[in-house]
C-alpha cells in the first residue's frame, strides 16, 4: 500500500531531488499494472487521473473531460482498488474535479487523505475551456473559483497542491488566490500515439510558452516547483529539450507513458508471436 505523506514530507522529498540535480518527473497511471511498473522506473510523483482511465481502455484523454462518468469517483475507486494497493514509496495524488456540485468538498478531500491519497491537482478543469463556453460556466458559478477553493481546502487538510493553468491570466488568478505548491502549464494534448493530437504546439512554442509562465508564476511564489507538460514533450529526448530551455524543475507525462509506453510494444509483440510457424513439412490436424 502507498506510503502517506504529509504536506512537508512529500515537499521535502521532491526538494531533495532537485537538490541531488535530478529533474522530477511526474506520471499518471490509469490501473496497477502501470503504477508498480513507473514505480520502478523512478518516477517522483504518481497521479491518478479520470483520463488515465479512459487512456487504458484506448480512448483519447479528452473523453475524461466529456460527462461520461463520475470523475471523482472513478478516481477514488481506481486509486484505492488499483493504484494505491501496488505503490509502496512514491507519493500518490489525486486528480479531482473541484467543480462538483453533487459532494461536500472537504468531506471528500479527508476520504482522499485517509485512503493514502498525499495530494490533490485540479483536473479535471474547466480552464481547458475557452470561449463562451467558459465565460459562461464562470458567470453560472461552475467555474476555477471552485478549483481554487477546492486546492485551499486540500491545503489545509495537510495535502500537497498541484495547479494547473492553460494561459497566463488563470496562471496568474491561481497563484493569487490559491498558490500552488506545484504549478503546472499545460500545453494542450499530447501529440502523437493512435488517439493522440496531430497538430499542435511545436517543442520549441512549447518550451516557450512553458518559461514564460514559469516566469510568471516565479514573481507571485519564487520558491514554487514547476513542471512542463503536454503538446509536444512526448519523449525523454523531448523531456531534455524543455529541462534544457526552460527553469522547470521537471516534467508531467500522461498519455506520454501511460498509453504510448504500451500501444507499439504491444501490438509488435503480438505480431511476433503470430510469426510463429510450424516446422516445414510437418501436419497438424
Known amino acids: 500500500m502507498a506510503k502517506r505523506y504529509t504536506r512537508s514530507e512529500f515537499l521535502e522529498r521532491l526538494?531533495?531531488?532537485?537538490?541531488?540535480g535530478k529533474p522530477l518527473v511526474m506520471t499518471g497511471a490509469g490501473n496497477g499494472i502501470c503504477a508498480k511498473f513507473i514505480e520502478r522506473g523512478g518516477v517522483d510523483i504518481i497521479g491518478v487521473y479520470n483520463t488515465g482511465y479512459f487512456r487504458m481502455q484506448g480512448y483519447g484523454s479528452l473523453a475524461g473531460m466529456l460527462p461520461m462518468a463520475d470523475a471523482n469517483e472513478m478516481v477514488y475507486q481506481v486509486g484505492?482498488?488499483?493504484?494505491?494497493?501496488?505503490?509502496?514509496?512514491?507519493?500518490?495524488?489525486?486528480?479531482?474535479?473541484?467543480?462538483d456540485v453533487l459532494r461536500d468538498m472537504?468531506?471528500?478531500?479527508?476520504?482522499?487523505?485517509?485512503?493514502?491519497?498525499?495530494?490533490?491537482?485540479n483536473f479535471p478543469t474547466v480552464a481547458w475551456f475557452d470561449g463562451?463556453?467558459?465565460?459562461?460556466?464562470?458567470?453560472?458559478?461552475?467555474?476555477?473559483?471552485?478549483?481554487?477553493?477546492?486546492?485551499?481546502?486540500?491545503?489545509d487538510l495537510d495535502l500537497l497542491t498541484i495547479g494547473y493553468a492553460f494561459n497566463e491570466e488563470d496562471a496568474a488568478r491561481l497563484m493569487t488566490e490559491a498558490p500552488p505548491d506545484i504549478f503546472i502549464f499545460h500545453a494542450g494534448i499530447t501529440k502523437g500515439g493512435t488517439t493522440g493530437y496531430g497538430e499542435g504546439r511545436s517543442l520549441e512554442e512549447m518550451a516557450k510558452r512553458t518559461q514564460d509562465h514559469a516566469a510568471l508564476v516565479k514573481e507571485y511564489k519564487p520558491d514554487v516547483i514547476i513542471l512542463a507538460h503536454g503538446a509536444s514533450l512526448v519523449n525523454p529526448e523531448d523531456g531534455q529539450y524543455v529541462i534544457d530551455h526552460t527553469e522547470v524543475h521537471g516534467v508531467q507525462l500522461g498519455s506520454s507513458i501511460e498509453r504510448m509506453a504500451v500501444?507499439?510494444?504491444?501490438?509488435e509483440r503480438a505480431a511476433a508471436f503470430k510469426d510463429i510457424r510450424f516446422p516445414e513439412g510437418a501436419e497438424r490436424t
Do not use: W
Not at 463562451?132 to 486540500?154: C, H, P, S, V, W
Not at 500501444?263 to 501490438?267: D, I
Open 15 to 20: 526538494r531533495a531531488e532537485i537538490r541531488r
Open 106 to 121: 472537504r468531506l471528500f478531500l479527508e476520504d482522499c487523505r485517509r485512503v493514502g491519497f498525499s495530494g490533490v491537482h
Open 263 to 267: 500501444e507499439g510494444p504491444l501490438e
Open 80 to 99: 484505492r482498488r488499483e493504484v494505491l494497493p501496488q505503490v509502496k514509496e512514491v507519493p500518490v495524488i489525486a486528480g479531482l474535479n473541484g467543480v
Open 132 to 155: 463562451e463556453f467558459r465565460k459562461t460556466l464562470e458567470r453560472t458559478g461552475l467555474g476555477y473559483q471552485m478549483e481554487l477553493d477546492m486546492l485551499n481546502i486540500a491545503r
